[in-house]
């Protein structure tokens, strides 16, 4: 039996086989340049900031990072640092990229997390401790540096650990009114936790997780996600709770048809990983769309095969129409997933192809993806051209 639509809670979106286990995706989209300086409104430590723009993994390039870098005063516009998987020496900006794709987490995230821990990102002349601990990761108050684990110490580590961590933290036990015990002064006194919170999503929660104290009387005033808001306002003019332009599309495996899910829903992200972790694997972010762009004008649709599970996308109005007038015992229109370019012109293809087995179809707006499935499985899949383009 095919499990029911995630579209009564979530949306999902077929792309069969089983290459996702072979292959990787990986997108460099470019972002708008770094715009600096905004005064942060008031701070609700409740809602620091949102699911979509915590997990805006595509915000930044390398290029933009590396230009953020260079107009502030500190020096890791000029540091490399060992890559954490093989100890090559890198650019922190891509270090940063690389982590913020690997986790499906926002690069800005990162850019503020560092300066909120040891003031990186303006340092003129940073100690080798703020190096080796940028992240704060591994330092619990109180245990001096004798007592941490060595494997956390180093730039490179510090980027990968914290990026892995701010991913990881209440992933799949966070829920609407879920407590998180915080302390009020925990820097100057013995951890003492006294403090329970409430934070509006996940996104803050993940946030007290990694920074569980705050510095006053009432929570968060003046504490470490006080600094992290005024920090964000400082650097970006959008400012944390911002819808962003850059919408990941996420993409998941399922494990029993072969077919593949992909939702530009964080919350249908969350609902996929928490109720059918045992069905679907989640494979981060297949690519981005930006709503921002004119170009991503035309609606695509998305229908549910109710006998095998799967999925089915059009940017064809007059497709769509054929679907529900002819299969519409099969297929549910669950509407619009999101908007697409019709054009090629400065435009980046997806490409789609149809799987002779179950009858599904494939995505993918990778070319090396696009050629292996080719050369590989012509006798499974039939490739059937540019389906729609994605403006970014």
């Known amino acids: 039996m095919s499990q029911p639509s995630p579209a009564e809670f979530i949306?999902?979106?077929?792309?069969?086989?089983?290459?996702?286990?072979?292959?990787?995706?990986?997108?460099?989209?470019?972002?708008p340049g770094v715009a600096l300086a905004a005064t942060a409104p008031p701070f609700v430590p409740q809602l620091i900031i949102s699911d979509e723009v915590f997990r805006a993994s595509s915000s930044l390039s390398t290029t933009d990072i590396q230009a953020f870098l260079e107009k502030q005063?500190?020096?890791?516009?000029?540091?490399?640092?060992?890559?954490?998987?093989?100890?090559?020496?890198?650019?922190?900006?891509?270090?940063?990229?690389?982590?913020?794709?690997?986790?499906?987490?926002?690069?800005?995230?990162?850019?503020?997390?560092?300066?909120?821990?040891?003031s990186?990102?303006?340092?003129?002349?940073?100690?080798?401790?703020?190096?080796?601990?940028?992240?704060?990761?591994?330092?619990?108050?109180g245990v001096p540096v004798e007592l941490r684990d060595p494997s956390y110490k180093g730039l490179g580590n510090q980027i990968w650990y914290a990026a892995r961590a701010l991913n990881s933290y209440a992933e799949t036990t966070w829920k609407p009114g879920l407590e998180r015990t915080i302390c009020t002064n925990c820097v100057t006194a013995s951890y003492t936790p006294?403090?329970?919170?409430?934070?509006?999503?996940?996104?803050?929660?993940?946030?007290?997780?990694?920074?569980?104290?705050?510095h006053g009387p009432t929570p968060d005033i003046y504490g470490g996600n006080y600094l992290f808001w005024t920090t964000y306002w400082r650097f970006f003019d959008e400012g944390p709770l911002a819808d962003p332009a850059m919408r990941p599309v996420y993409r998941f495996y399922n494990q029993k048809n072969g077919s593949h899910f992909y939702t530009v829903s964080e919350a249908e992200r969350l609902t996929v990983i928490r109720k059918w972790s045992s069905t679907y694997t989640y494979e981060g972010p297949a690519y981005s769309v930006n709503s921002a762009n004119p170009a991503n004008s035309v609606e695509l649709y998305r229908f549910y095969n109710?006998?095998?599970?799967?999925?089915?996308?059009?940017?064809?109005?007059?497709?769509r129409a054929i679907v529900n007038a002819r299969w519409s015992a099969i297929y549910t229109d669950e509407g619009v997933a999101y908007r697409v370019a019709s054009t090629s012109e400065g435009n980046t293809p997806v490409y789609r192809f149809y799987n002779n087995k179950n009858g599904s179809h494939f995505y993918t707006a990778s070319a090396d993806e696009r050629d292996v499935v080719l050369a590989q499985w012509p006798n499974v899949f039939s490739f059937e051209g540019v389906a729609y383009y994605i403006g970014q």
Not at 85 to 97: A, E, F, N, R, Y
Not at 306 to 319: C, I, L, P, R, V
């Open 120 to 141: 990186l990102i303006t340092k003129t002349a940073p100690t080798q401790y703020a190096l080796d601990w940028a992240f704060g990761f591994g330092c619990p108050d």
């Open 194 to 214: 006294d403090y329970h919170f409430v934070a509006q999503n996940l996104a803050t929660y993940k946030l007290y997780v990694y920074t569980p104290h705050s």
């Open 73 to 118: 005063t500190g020096v890791l516009d000029t540091t490399l640092a060992p890559r954490h998987s093989d100890g090559t020496m890198q650019p922190v900006s891509l270090l940063i990229w690389e982590v913020s794709q690997e986790f499906s987490i926002n690069p800005k995230v990162m850019l503020v997390m560092l300066q909120k821990e040891q």
């Open 306 to 319: 109710k006998k095998s599970g799967s999925h089915f996308y059009t940017a064809s109005a007059e497709e």
């Open 11 to 31: 949306m999902r979106v077929l792309r069969p086989s089983r290459i996702a286990a072979a292959l990787v995706l990986t997108y460099a989209l470019l972002a």
